[in-house]
């Protein structure tokens, strides 16, 4: 039976770095504002954001994302090392791989995937392709070892990535591809394979985006923010179908920060909404079904045993 209000509808942002210094005030190497994460956890929450997992880049930032789940009970983390940071690998891998597997190990309750892991052809400045590679299928084993399903990072590189998630197929317990701006070719290979798609602000910036997302079966289908990044913006093709705008909260330049403000350009998981609005918009479903079906596939995926 369809509800009367959109109230109702629940989300789990499956891509929120909360570790990032912006909610400490920091920009750029520059202290702009007092910390204000705790306000951008309870707008989350004010907004039915029922559980946010909190992305694990490296091995520090794994540590700083459970600590932050240990503090809030709807907060969860990832424990992984992204592409572009693989070279941290590299002085002692075997010490770096027993870490990472240690620290899940020790933390059942708060972690709830590998990652954010995968490949990025797109940023092999920070670390070369075959860096990458080589510890993109060393984290599978972290997979095989504990059972956790994946958090994936993939840029230009879907090929490569499909492949390796394709020979390693038997030892993995599914996941999602987050933040995903790829071709409808890319799209039908990682749906192949069973794994679902997370879309955000940078997966709806162009028509070719929202054609691609649009053929998303709803079933496979996750939402997240990446904030404080892949905010929806007004030159992005997805932006003229939100409806919320979130007027009760100021949003300032973060020079002129002041409590309760949201700031210009830095992104928060209560704006998962808009998100939201603009898949139903472009797929033309009902919004408060769709809402239902993304929530049921991010527990079942993430939190079956939570």
């Known amino acids: 039976m369809r509800r009367l209000s959109t109230a109702a509808m629940k989300f789990v942002d499956i891509g929120a770095n909360l570790t990032d210094s912006m909610y400490m005030g920091d920009y750029n190497g520059s202290n702009r504002h007092k910390p204000d994460l705790l306000d951008v956890i309870s707008r989350a929450r004010e907004n039915n954001v029922t559980r946010m997992m909190v992305t694990g880049g490296n091995l520090e930032e794994s540590r700083k994302a459970i600590q ?90 879907a090929r490569d990535l499909v492949q390796i998630l394709d020979k390693h197929r038997s030892r993995l317990s599914g996941g999602v591809v987050h933040s995903f701006d790829g071709s409808a070719e890319d799209r039908d290979k990682i749906l192949s394979l069973g794994f679902h798609i997370g879309i955000n602000g940078c997966s709806l910036k162009t028509e070719e985006n929202l054609a691609v997302m649009k053929d998303i079966p709803n079933d ?8 404080p990044w892949c905010e929806v913006r007004p030159s992005h093709a997805g932006h003229k179908f939100i409806k919320t705008k979130f007027e009760a909260y100021p949003n300032v330049d973060k020079k002129k920060w002041k409590e309760g403000a949201t700031v210009k350009s830095r992104n928060e998981p209560h704006t998962i909404k808009q998100v939201l609005e603009i898949v139903a918009a472009v797929k033309n479903e009902d919004i408060e079904t769709l809402a239902d079906q993304i929530y049921e596939n991010t527990i079942k995926v993430f939190f079956s045993n939570k």
């Open 68 to 157: 932050l789940a240990k503090e809030h009970e709807d907060l969860y983390a990832t424990v992984g090392c992204h592409p572009t940071r693989c070279t941290e690998f590299v002085e002692n891998p075997e010490q770096y791989f027993s870490d990472l597997l240690q620290l899940i190990r020790d933390n059942k309750e708060q972690v709830v995937a590998v990652g954010e892991f995968g490949l990025d052809y797109d940023r092999t400045k920070f670390c070369d392709k075959e860096t990458q590679l080589k510890y993109f299928e060393k984290q599978l084993d972290l997979c095989e070892l504990t059972g956790l399903p994946l958090f994936l990072h993939c840029r230009a590189a």
């Open 220 to 227: 496979k289908l996750m939402i997240e923010t990446d904030c």
